[in-house]
């Protein structure tokens, strides 16, 4: 063998390697999965809240929280400063349901729902239980690194996406 053929020989198997690492990070990459174990309650589908806090259903799959919430908490420290505490419920037999923050926007919020998902950009809820007549809550909410934001989330569920406005501490025009 050449000394050039050697060399040629050690790049292609360096490409191989590389090419093998990196689709099996793109497996394991991927919004964080919330299980079934992290509802927090069910109710009756479709979630529409209360009187002063009016949850919407999109996508025939989840109720989110109202499109106003004035409400935005200030944390004493960390990368995130403000949180808005909101539930998200998702209709059993459905999913799973896909919820992100637009690229545009995650250097200013992020979100959270289940008890083990961490402050993500973007976040899988697993299709939970079989009655379309039932939902199951997810406790969570909105981070935000100003006091207040018009926040667009991005829905996926079903085959279907739509972007939902959340009026974050002031209202969205």
């Not at 990368?79 to 909101?86: E, L």
Request: aromatic share 8%; hydrophobic share 40%; charged share 15%.
């Amino acid at each position: 063998m050449t000394r050039l053929s050697i060399v040629v020989l050690i790049l292609a198997l360096a490409l191989a390697a590389a090419t093998v690492a990196s689709s099996r990070g793109a497996l394991r990459s991927g919004p964080p999965s919330v299980p079934c174990s992290e509802i927090i309650d069910d109710t009756n589908w479709p979630y529409l809240g209360s009187r002063t806090s009016r949850y919407r259903p999109v996508l025939g799959a989840v109720s989110v929280p109202p499109a106003y919430s004035p409400q935005v908490v200030r944390l004493r420290d960390g990368a995130w400063p403000y949180w808005q505490k909101a539930g998200l419920v998702v209709r059993a037999g459905r999913g799973p349901v896909t919820v992100s923050v637009p690229p545009a926007w995650r250097t200013r919020a992020a979100i959270t729902w289940g008890g083990n998902t961490g402050i993500v950009s973007s976040l899988r809820i697993v299709r939970c239980g079989s009655d379309p007549s039932r939902g199951n809550a997810y406790a969570g909410g909105f981070y935000l690194r100003s006091r207040s934001a018009c926040l667009p989330l991005i829905f996926h569920a079903r085959g279907q996406s739509t972007t939902v406005r959340f009026g974050l501490g002031r209202r969205c025009g």
